[in-house]
C-alpha cells in the first residue's frame, strides 16, 4: 500500500542530545513537509522540500535541521538548540505543480518528550 | 501572513444531527481550502478541499462551502455517526505564483464528538 511512514511512533529526548525523526513516502511524490502540532493548536511548518536537495525553512525552523538526499526521505533532527522540543511531529507529501495547490497526506507521527 | 480563525472549538451533536464548523481567513490571495479529519494518535486525514473558484463541493455527508466576499469557509457534516467524532482542522494557503510554497495555515482545531 502507497503511503507516508513515519518513525518511530514514540521518541524520548535527553537534555544536550540531538534525536532524528525519519520519513519516508512511497507515493512518489515531489513535495515533502514537516509540521509540529502541540495541545489545541493547529499545525505548524517547520521544512519542506520541493525537490530532492533543496529545502526551505517554514514558520517554526529554528533549533531544526533536515535533509533531502533521496525523493522518498525527509528526516527531521530536532537539536538541542530546540528549548522546548516536546510536541506531535508530523510529515506529509504532496504531488507539486506550478500555481496549483496539491492535497498533502500526512504520516501518523511521532511523539517526542523530554526525559 | 495569512490567520485563519476556526469556531467553535469543541462541538457535541446527537447522533443523526447536522455540525458545522467555521473558519475565516485573512488573506484574500488564499486559494485553495482542505479540511482535515485527525483521529486520537494518528495523522490528519484530508476529507475535502475546496478551490477558490468553486463556491460548494459535496461528498457522500460532507460538504464545504466558500464565501470569497466575505473570507469564511465552513464544512458540514450530515446524519452524523459516533465515527465522526474526531479533531477537524481547517486550513488555507495562497499557492501564488512565483513563491512557490503553497504553505498551509491551519485553523486551530475542532473537537467535535457524536452522542449516540
Known amino acids: 500500500d502507497g503511503g507516508i511512514t513515519q518513525s518511530p511512533k514514540y521518541l524520548f529526548r535527553k537534555e544536550g542530545q540531538n534525536v532524528t525523526l525519519s520519513c519516508e513516502q512511497n507515493?512518489?511524490?515531489?513535495?515533502m513537509y514537516w509540521y509540529r502540532q502541540d495541545p489545541g493548536q493547529g499545525l505548524r511548518l517547520i521544512y519542506y522540500?520541493?525537490?530532492?536537495?533543496?529545502?526551505q525553512k517554514g514558520d517554526i525552523a529554528e533549533g531544526y535541521s533536515v535533509s533531502r538526499e533521496k525523493k522518498e526521505s525527509f528526516p527531521l533532527t530536532v537539536t538541542s538548540a530546540q528549548k522546548n522540543p516536546t510536541a506531535f511531529y508530523l510529515c506529509?507529501?504532496?504531488?507539486?505543480?506550478?500555481?496549483?495547490?496539491?492535497?498533502?497526506?500526512f504520516g501518523d507521527g511521532t511523539r517526542l518528550s523530554i526525559l | 501572513g495569512e490567520n485563519v480563525e476556526q469556531h467553535p472549538s469543541t462541538l457535541s451533536v446527537q447522533e443523526g444531527d447536522s455540525a458545522v464548523i467555521k473558519c475565516t481567513y485573512s488573506?484574500?490571495?488564499?486559494?485553495?481550502f482542505p479540511w482535515y479529519k485527525q483521529e486520537l494518535g494518528k495523522g490528519p486525514q484530508l476529507i475535502i478541499d475546496?478551490?477558490?473558484?468553486?463556491g460548494e463541493k459535496k461528498d457522500q455527508r460532507i460538504a464545504v462551502t466558500l464565501n470569497k466576499t466575505a473570507k469564511h469557509f465552513s464544512l458540514h457534516i450530515t446524519e452524523t455517526q459516533p465515527e465522526d467524532s474526531a479533531v477537524y482542522f481547517c486550513?488555507?494557503?495562497?499557492?501564488?505564483?512565483?513563491?512557490?510554497?503553497?504553505?498551509?495555515?491551519f485553523g486551530k482545531g475542532t473537537k467535535l464528538s457524536v452522542i449516540p
Open positions: 507515493l512518489n511524490h515531489d513535495a
Open positions: 506529509a507529501s504532496s504531488m507539486w505543480q506550478t500555481y496549483s495547490n496539491q492535497p498533502q497526506h
Open positions: 488573506d484574500s490571495a488564499s486559494n485553495y
Open positions: 486550513a488555507a494557503s495562497i499557492g501564488d505564483s512565483g513563491a512557490g510554497s503553497y504553505q498551509l495555515t
Open positions: 475546496i478551490r477558490s473558484n468553486v
Open positions: 522540500s520541493q525537490i530532492v536537495n533543496d529545502f
